[in-house]
């Protein structure tokens, strides 16, 4: 039986305690060995792309030494986190005395929807099922840092009654970026509506990605300008598709 | 007609630009429209080709002059020199403009013909001619329009991307004094009358290079509108600018440099004009300039070249990078304050300009890594924006409270049990202001996220308690 | 090169390189007609004659084909002239309708002509008609075959690889053709002796 554990990001952690539970859940369902990641906070992305070097890393290492304790995959449920951990850790450890964990630990990072693509027979197998047209938004950084696009497509694939329409622009910046998103809201929110009206001149009835930071830059734009869009994550529809 | 430009990048902020920029209705429809249109006609332009391995070979060949620069200088200008031509080297750009304003002054010349150079808006060459009482005449369609509408370009391809048609009718009608007609092709052929007039008359005619061929002295330029080659084909004397970083080894390489650079700049084959200049008129030839002269312009790229940030001389200005940047597609050029807009401004303008004035550029992206993925010669843009942002956070240009506010932060994330606490405290201090389980008005510093967005409350039960 | 590049400005391997000329010449906005040796003058003259070209100037790298044209122009009452004549008259050259040029080689790929200096540097682009003659030996598959000889461009202060005429898109995006360069390129394709 395979092993992994489920490191909830601190968003999944703190703001939407459901993705990580749902991932463990699904894991689970499939006869994976999961359970939760304990004793990690956040992977020092927010500081790190800001160039605050030394407070990613300081932050970072909590989580590092934290994950080198357990064992099988680190299944990640945020893609930019998972990117963080998988591409940028050991540049952030380099000479460090953490260096060679950070390498280990790195190593066996897997993002959401390549842990549940990996166990697609098994996935299937729960009869999972929901109707309505989905559009999918690629995160930048699980994108091209990555390098993940075709496993989430996958996953949704594997659910009877989903549509799967393709945004004609779903690999272009949801507008969050981090601190760019509180830096320049202005430019940051016309990102957003763009993405967004996209979503609604198509009539979907849920736009999925596998990335916290761009769920709530499409969420908290949807919700205050009243749109009907329905950002979730790949986990929340997998939920719903579940036979109760 | 005067040039002379306020310095938006020291008076104001990207902020503050990008906000005027979002305001204006044409160019939030132009832009994308535009910049779409370049990036499906690259898409279907290398369709049935690899274009990862000609991407490959190209950044294979700025690689090798890059990491032996001044070699590939010294043959460049060897070869030149054996051609007649007059090289100069520009440590920086009021050396170079005082290198161009001596040559123009020596050929006497009342008018100056110019062929659209990014290198000549740099080193803000027209200023400094126009006080010497030259009359400066940009031939480039795009670029005239700028000059005589006091404006400046807003894109490295596509100058006046920012512009609807009305405006430059206005523009040139105002140069023509009498109301031109509306189309686009009636404008174009105005201009065209127009400017042919100053190529005839022009002493001196200035352009860019885009590529100087070491092997050679060949020094390549690329148009549609055959400017280039009416610049360096009439006037009794051409100049031209080129950074230094724009060598190429080897003839054979523009077979790869050219489909990169065309293709991914106006998404053609092959642009209309490839003009290769090898030297002065030759005796045989029926016309061409009596004088040829190169100027090689530094202006801080000698130190890009050893420093880590070297990546950023591969550019070929194809402009990819902005047509690609979710960022400058919704608020142009202009709101990067400078010459350089888009992925390339927001790295370029903070290494040639310094942290004090260009830093915050380096923070004006999402990092979303797009221009990564189209840029011709591979430039890893994204990883040097944060190499940027990591320089100005460990130098004096950052502001302090940011500087505070991530030092504390790690310092309390990276003790767990502090980190725990974080989310009952967030959600008891944002409570009395949600309504049902969202925030949409909250108090500094949050209130830049709840501008335009609202903000999901902390869980009641983290994931660590369930 | 080692490798065989793979780019657009490369001839697909097994393509016939004169067919891939003509359809390139035809893709960027260009005219072409396919003539054999003898009827040069003649395809010139009917091309001159569909754009009303009156003021014409001839260059000297028409080689074999010079004095029929030249003959040809005097017969129909066109005023022509060899551009090396004239390139020093500004006003003149200004003025003239159409160019004829021949060209120093072909680009199958991407269905450019190249023309050297000794053409006339602005032979090629100053008038709104340029009319070139391409004999079918000089039609090289792709930009790398061109570039593969450096020692091509040592004899000319100016190569000019033109595709099409000249154009501009710089108002709001819409193409026009004519920018400074000519309005109309018209390519002959003078087939091999048999």
């Known amino acids: 039986m395979d092993r992994a554990v489920v490191f909830p990001t601190c968003m999944g952690d703190l703001v939407s305690p459901q993705v990580p539970e749902r991932t463990l859940g699904l894991l689970r369902a499939t006869g994976c060995d999961a359970s939760a990641a304990r004793g990690g906070t956040c992977c020092?992305?927010?500081?790190?792309?800001?160039?605050?070097?030394?407070?990613?890393?300081?932050?970072?290492?909590?989580?590092?030494?934290?994950?080198?304790?357990?064992?099988?995959?680190?299944?990640?449920?945020?893609?930019?986190?998972?990117?963080?951990?998988?591409?940028?850790?050991?540049?952030?450890?380099?000479?460090?005395?953490?260096?060679?964990?950070?390498?280990?630990?790195?190593?066996?990072?897997?993002?959401?929807?390549?842990?549940?693509?990996?166990?697609?027979?098994?996935?299937?197998?729960?009869?999972?099922?929901?109707?309505?047209?989905?559009?999918?938004?690629?995160?930048?950084?699980?994108?091209?840092?990555?390098?993940?696009?075709?496993?989430?497509?996958?996953?949704?694939?594997?659910?009877?009654?989903?549509?799967?329409?393709?945004?004609?622009?779903?690999?272009?910046?949801?507008?969050?970026?981090?601190?760019?998103?509180?830096?320049?809201?202005?430019?940051?929110?016309?990102?957003?509506?763009?993405?967004?009206?996209?979503?609604?001149?198509?009539?979907?009835?849920?736009?999925?990605?596998?990335?916290?930071?761009?769920?709530?830059?499409?969420?908290?734009?949807?919700?205050?300008?009243?749109?009907?869009?329905?950002?979730?994550?790949?986990?929340?529809?997998?939920?719903?598709?579940?036979?109760? | 007609m005067t040039t002379q430009h306020r310095d938006l990048l020291t008076e104001t902020g990207f902020e503050e630009l990008s906000e005027r920029q979002l305001a204006t209705p044409f160019i939030r429809q132009a832009v994308p429209k535009a910049t779409d249109h370049t990036v499906a006609a690259m898409g279907a332009l290398f369709a049935d080709h690899d274009r990862e391995a000609l991407r490959d070979r190209g950044a294979a060949i700025r690689d090798e002059v890059i990491a032996d620069l001044e070699t590939h200088l010294v043959d460049l200008v060897a070869a030149c020199e054996a051609k007649g031509v007059v090289v100069h080297?520009?440590?920086?750009?009021?050396?170079?403009?005082?290198?161009?304003?001596?040559?123009?002054?020596?050929?006497?010349?009342?008018?100056?013909?110019?062929?659209?150079?990014?290198?000549?808006?740099?080193?803000?060459?027209?200023?400094?001619?126009?006080?010497?009482?030259?009359?400066?005449?940009?031939?480039?369609?795009?670029?005239?329009?700028?000059?005589?509408?006091?404006?400046?370009?807003?894109?490295?391809?596509?100058?006046?991307?920012?512009?609807?048609?009305?405006?430059?009718r206005e523009s040139l009608s105002a140069v023509a004094g009498e109301q031109l007609p509306p189309e686009a092709e009636a404008l174009t052929a105005w201009a065209r009358e127009e400017l042919r007039g100053s190529f005839l008359a022009a002493e001196v005619g200035i352009t860019g290079v885009n590529f100087g061929v070491a092997e050679t002295g060949t020094l390549v330029l690329v148009t549609n509108e055959g400017n280039a080659r009416m610049t360096t084909s009439l006037p009794r004397v051409h100049v031209a600018l080129m950074g230094i970083e724009r060598v190429l080894p080897r003839m054979e390489d523009l077979a790869v440099m050219l489909p990169l650079l065309t293709g991914h700049g106006t998404g053609q084959q092959i642009s209309c004009y490839v003009t290769m200049i090898d030297g002065p008129r030759r005796e045989d030839e029926p016309d061409g300039p009596e004088e040829q002269h190169l100027v090689l312009i530094d202006n801080g790229r000698s130190a890009l070249a050893r420093s880590e940030y070297a990546d950023i001389l591969r550019c070929i200005r194809c402009g990819a990078c902005q047509n690609i940047c979710p960022v400058y597609r919704q608020v142009g050029g202009h709101a990067y304050g400078w010459v350089y807009g888009g992925p390339i401004g927001a790295v370029l303008t903070p290494l040639l300009r310094g942290d004090e004035d260009g830093g915050e550029l380096a923070q004006a992206s999402s990092l979303c890594a797009a221009c990564d993925d189209i840029c011709p010669v591979k430039i890893p843009l994204h990883e040097l924006l944060v190499k940027l942002r990591r320089r100005r956070a460990e130098g004096d240009s950052a502001p302090r409270v940011e500087k505070i506010a991530f030092a504390l932060w790690s310092r309390a994330w990276s003790v767990p049990w502090v980190y725990r606490l974080s989310g009952p405290l967030g959600r008891l201090t944002l409570l009395p202001l949600a309504r049902g389980g969202r925030v949409r008005r909250a108090p500094r510093p949050l209130a830049r996220w709840t501008s335009g967005r609202s903000l999901p409350l902390p869980a009641r039960r983290p994931f660590h308690r369930r | 090169m080692t490798r065989?590049?793979?780019a657009p400005t490369e001839l697909a391997p097994g393509a016939d390189p004169l067919a891939a000329f003509a359809a390139g010449v035809t893709r960027s906005a260009a005219g072409v007609g396919r003539v054999a040796a003898r009827d040069v003058a003649g395809a010139v003259m009917d091309v001159l004659g569909r754009h009303g070209a009156r003021s014409v100037a001839l260059s000297a790298d028409l080689g074999p084909h010079l004095d029929a044209v030249a003959a040809a122009c005097r017969d129909a009452g066109l005023d022509a002239e060899r551009y090396d004549a004239i390139a020093a008259d500004r006003a003149r050259i200004g003025a003239l309708d159409a160019t004829v040029t021949g060209c120093t080689a072909a680009i199958a790929a991407t269905g450019s002509v190249v023309l050297g200096a000794g053409a006339g540097r602005a032979a090629g682009l100053i008038a709104p008609l340029h009319v070139c003659v391409v004999r079918a030996e000089q039609v090289l598959g792709g930009l790398s075959d061109l570039f593969a000889d450096p020692g091509r461009f040592a004899s000319s202060s100016l190569t000019a690889l033109q595709t099409g005429p000249s154009r501009s898109a710089d108002i709001e995006k819409t193409l026009v053709i004519g920018a400074h360069g000519p309005c109309a390129v018209e390519v002959l394709l003078v087939e091999a002796t048999a």
């Open chain 3, 4 to 6: 065989r590049l793979d």
């Open chain 1, 44 to 244: 020092g992305q927010p500081a790190f792309s800001a160039g605050h070097v030394d407070a990613a890393r300081r932050v970072a290492r909590t989580t590092l030494r934290a994950l080198d304790r357990t064992e099988g995959d680190i299944v990640v449920v945020a893609g930019s986190c998972a990117a963080m951990m998988r591409r940028h850790w050991r540049e952030l450890f380099h000479g460090d005395r953490d260096e060679e964990t950070a390498t280990r630990v790195s190593g066996r990072v897997v993002e959401t929807s390549q842990a549940l693509a990996a166990r697609l027979p098994a996935l299937r197998r729960l009869g999972l099922r929901w109707r309505g047209r989905v559009g999918y938004h690629d995160s930048c950084h699980m994108l091209r840092e990555l390098r993940v696009a075709d496993e989430p497509r996958e996953v949704l694939g594997a659910v009877d009654g989903v549509e799967l329409v393709e945004l004609r622009h779903a690999k272009r910046c949801c507008g969050f970026g981090g601190t760019f998103s509180v830096r320049y809201p202005g430019v940051s929110v016309a990102m957003a509506d763009t993405k967004l009206d996209e979503v609604s001149e198509l009539g979907l009835d849920a736009l999925v990605s596998c990335d916290g930071g761009c769920l709530m830059q499409l969420g908290g734009r949807a919700d205050a300008t009243g749109r009907d869009v329905r950002p979730m994550h790949l986990v929340d529809l997998l939920d719903e598709a579940r036979p109760r």
């Open chain 2, 89 to 168: 080297r520009a440590t920086d750009a009021a050396h170079a403009r005082e290198i161009v304003r001596g040559i123009v002054r020596a050929a006497d010349a009342r008018t100056v013909v110019k062929s659209k150079s990014m290198m000549s808006e740099e080193i803000e060459l027209n200023p400094a001619l126009e006080a010497d009482g030259v009359k400066v005449v940009e031939t480039d369609l795009g670029e005239y329009v700028v000059q005589v509408s006091g404006d400046r370009p807003s894109h490295i391809i596509a100058p006046v991307i920012h512009l609807p048609r009305e405006k430059v």
